[in-house]
């Protein structure tokens, strides 16, 4: 998350996955293309 410059804290995250699903996995899209480059 802090190679594509996100910036929450496990709280947060957790609670995106909990309450918003589709949010949290964009997310997670974004951190996967920031490791890959």
């Known amino acids: ?5 996100i ?6 995250l957790a609670d995106m ?3 918003d699903l589709p949010a949290f996995q964009s ?3 974004k951190a996967k293309a ?4």
Do not use: F, H, Q, S
Request: net charge positive; charged share 40%; hydrophobic share 50%.
């Open 1 to 5: 998350l802090k190679k594509a410059g």
């Open 7 to 12: 910036e929450l804290n496990r709280k947060m």
């Open 17 to 19: 996955a909990y309450r």
């Open 27 to 29: 997310l997670a899209e």
């Open 34 to 37: 920031a490791i890959a480059k």
